[in-house]
């Protein structure tokens, strides 16, 4: 497999504010990366995919300037929930795809980061 | 119709049973499926991959796919209760990386 660790992996704020999720590759180079959020008892839905150099491709009816991708590096992705409420309340899960010497489409996810707007 | 579509459950087995679990797909164009396994509260984490028509085996897991019936299950022999959890099944979208998940069957290992 790979790992993939995200940080923070819960975090707590309140509303109005914005939080940052890094997604981070620990042992090798991500081509892609994808976030996706999931909510209590539902499958994981997919926000955005972002390329390395690019900007990130927004799936329908998610706001691009809520939810700020970047993808600084071929290890390094953040999420940017900017003014952030009680119903962006989620579980918040990166994966990436590797680059060559891995079967290329298939998806690593990191542990997730749970946060609660209050 | 939903492009992914997998019972939901709970399908409870007995510890040391099969499991069988199910799932149907919509895009015809999809090459690559993928099963994952969630705990509860954590992050999917990847059982395999299968690409072909058939069954692919890799320990007490083994997938099969039927392209022409858009179908792909995924069995667990000698289940035991560490194997409950939601399994979701994701074909890559045609032409993309992107996958489409299903909502995932829970599955729940009787001791």
């Known amino acids: 497999g790979a790992v993939v660790s995200q940080h923070p992996s819960w975090v707590i704020c309140k509303s109005g504010t914005s939080v940052k999720i890094e997604c981070r590759s620990l042992?090798?180079?991500?081509?892609?990366m994808f976030w996706y959020r999931q909510f209590p008892k539902q499958s994981l839905m997919l926000m955005a995919t972002s390329n390395e150099g690019s900007k990130a491709t927004y799936e329908q009816g998610v706001e691009k300037d809520k939810f700020l991708i970047n993808h600084a590096s071929l290890t390094l992705s953040t999420l940017t929930v900017t003014s952030a409420h009680p119903e962006d309340s989620s579980f918040y899960i990166c994966?990436?795809?590797?680059?060559?010497?891995?079967?290329?489409?298939?998806?690593?996810f990191g542990p997730g980061t749970r946060l609660t707007v209050l | 119709q939903k492009e992914v579509e997998q019972n939901s459950g709970p399908l409870s087995v007995p510890e040391g049973a099969i499991a069988s679990l199910n799932c149907t797909y919509s895009d015809r164009g999809s090459q690559s499926f993928f099963w994952y396994r969630q705990y509860s509260g954590k992050s999917p984490e990847l059982i395999m991959s299968i690409y072909s028509n058939g069954d692919k085996e890799d320990g007490r897991f083994t997938a099969q796919l039927n392209k022409a019936s858009q179908y792909v299950s995924l069995l667990i022999r000698d289940s035991q209760p560490s194997d409950s959890a939601t399994y979701l099944c994701a074909p890559r979208r045609s032409g993309t990386y992107k996958y489409i998940f299903g909502t995932g069957t829970r599955l729940k290992v009787l001791a």
């Open positions: 042992d090798f180079q991500a081509t892609t």
């Open positions: 994966s990436l795809r590797a680059g060559g010497g891995r079967a290329t489409d298939t998806q690593y």
